[in-house]
């Protein structure tokens, strides 16, 4: 295993994973993932993030 390679999971997952220089979000829905990150790059916090990928799939 490459301990760099973050990108690395060894279970099975449908979870989408996406990370930033100085953030990550997780969801098994890609477009909330997508929605949590636009958060973070519009300047928005774990908190905004979070909400966002909360309501996305609505």
């Known amino acids: 295993m490459n301990?760099?390679?973050l990108t690395y999971?060894?279970?099975p997952s449908a979870?989408?994973?996406i990370m930033g220089k100085r953030c990550a979000v997780a969801t098994s829905q890609p477009l909330a993932t997508l929605a949590g990150m636009e958060m973070f790059w519009a300047g928005g916090n774990?908190?905004?993030a979070a909400?966002?990928?909360a309501i996305a799939p609505v």
Do not use: E, T
């Open 9 to 11: 999971y060894p279970y």
């Open 51 to 53: 909400i966002a990928m």
């Open 46 to 48: 774990a908190v905004d």
């Open 15 to 17: 979870r989408r994973v």
């Open 3 to 5: 301990k760099n390679n």
